[in-house]
């Protein structure tokens, strides 16, 4: 008992308080996620370090077309796309697709507010992610571009068959994997204490984050009007296995959620070993919320400073007045609107599970509608993690830009 309450990293907050609702074993799970990084990625950075500068452009090749379309792949590369390529026996193809279009019912308005207020608000909350996110990028500067290129990754892995490998959702999830370790490289590189706080984005954080594209946007869309039976629910985190694992998440820590009830244990476990939001969590929030406030204005057809005051009430819908306190979220008048979106998102989510047909073209919608956001984003040039890949050898720290 006592080796768990001082054990490293001193990251892992709250070891009576969690001991008194979990066991030791899930204090220790909770230790381990923290000293656990990715060796398999993070090997690829190493050894791409000590290479000759013609054999970076293995990986950009490995990873879009394939371990076979390379002669002499290095070691640790060739490791990493075995491992990236081998498909997990307890993957079930048709799960995987119905996973899909359960989360593509949802128009793409209502996922941006799900990834933005929902999603990214959660992640934020983690101090040692904010610590990472001000540290690596300039997020507070580039936050439309950021927010902009999230959106385009989750929706390349949610297009149907996109995880297999050559197509996006599975080659852009390598690229965010590989950009991970090459920023855990750099962290490591200008002295990050790991005694004090863990592996740079542990897996610990990836947990966390996982469960803000899993359990998070779900649980905000339910507050909005839009639900899901446990079985539809189940669908999608057969999905997200299958992304944990591409995204270098260990099979013994993604396999312990399968469910909705198991992943709101897992994040209240995760919850409760971390400290509270502080002010990087608080200016990442702030920023996240006025540049999405700005790119949907078009979409809702309100003038910007009143989307952005929206996003501020969504926000505190999803999370709470406690945590919206918090982080410095607004309470202001767009507040009545919420009833009127929640009305209209029930009404038509029983039209969805009583017409096929309908369910059909909601889903091709989302799809047009998702074409259509890749081409602009595109327009405005590669992805941090797309950069990233032309530089693979080099620990320092991206920037978006």
Request: net charge negative; proline share 4%.
């Amino acid at each position: 008992m006592s080796t768990l309450l001082t054990a490293a990293p001193k990251c892992v907050k709250k070891r009576e308080d969690f001991l008194a609702r979990y066991s030791e074993d899930e204090l220790q799970l909770m230790l381990d996620m923290a000293n656990d990084a990715d060796p398999i990625a993070d090997s690829v950075i190493i050894e791409q370090m000590t290479s000759e500068k013609g054999s970076k452009s293995d990986i950009r090749q490995g990873v879009k077309e394939g371990l076979s379309s390379l002669s002499t792949p290095a070691p640790a590369l060739r490791a990493f796309l075995e491992d990236s390529e081998l498909l997990p026996d307890w993957v079930n193809q048709d799960t995987l697709v119905k996973g899909a279009e359960n989360y593509l019912t949802v128009n793409a308005l209502w996922q941006s507010v799900s990834l933005g207020p929902g999603s990214l608000t959660h992640t934020y909350c983690s101090p040692t992610i904010a610590k990472v996110l001000t540290q690596t990028t300039n997020i507070t500067d580039m936050a439309v571009r950021r927010i902009l290129e999230t959106a385009l990754w989750k929706q390349y892995v949610l297009v149907p068959n996109g995880l297999t490998p050559g197509n996006q959702g599975y080659i852009h999830t390598l690229e965010v994997r590989l950009l991970h370790s090459r920023v855990r490289m750099g962290l490591l590189k200008k002295g990050w204490d790991t005694e004090t706080l863990g592996q740079p984005i542990n897996q610990l954080d990836m947990m966390r984050t996982w469960l803000d594209f899993t359990y998070i946007p779900f649980m905000a869309l339910e507050k909005f009007g839009i639900t899901y039976s446990n079985e539809e629910l189940n669908d999608v985190y057969h999905l997200w296995q299958l992304i944990a694992k591409l995204l270098g998440i260990p099979e013994k820590y993604y396999r312990l959620v399968q469910d909705k009830a198991s992943a709101q244990k897992m994040l209240a476990m995760l919850d409760m070993v971390s400290n509270e939001p502080n002010e990087n969590s608080k200016l990442l929030t702030e920023k996240m919320l006025l540049a999405l406030g700005h790119i949907l204005s078009p979409f809702i057809g309100l003038p910007a400073d009143v989307t952005i005051d929206l996003m501020h009430s969504f926000c505190r819908v999803i999370h709470g007045d406690e945590l919206a306190d918090q982080l410095g979220v607004t309470q202001n008048a767009t507040m009545a609107l919420i009833p009127v979106f929640t009305a209209a998102n029930a009404y038509e989510k029983q039209i969805l599970d009583n017409s096929p047909e309908y369910r059909q073209q909601k889903i091709q919608e989302t799809l047009a509608t998702f074409d259509m956001i890749a081409d602009d984003i595109e327009a405005g040039g590669q992805t941090t993690y797309q950069q990233n890949a032309d530089v693979m050898g080099e620990a320092d720290i991206p920037q978006t830009t």
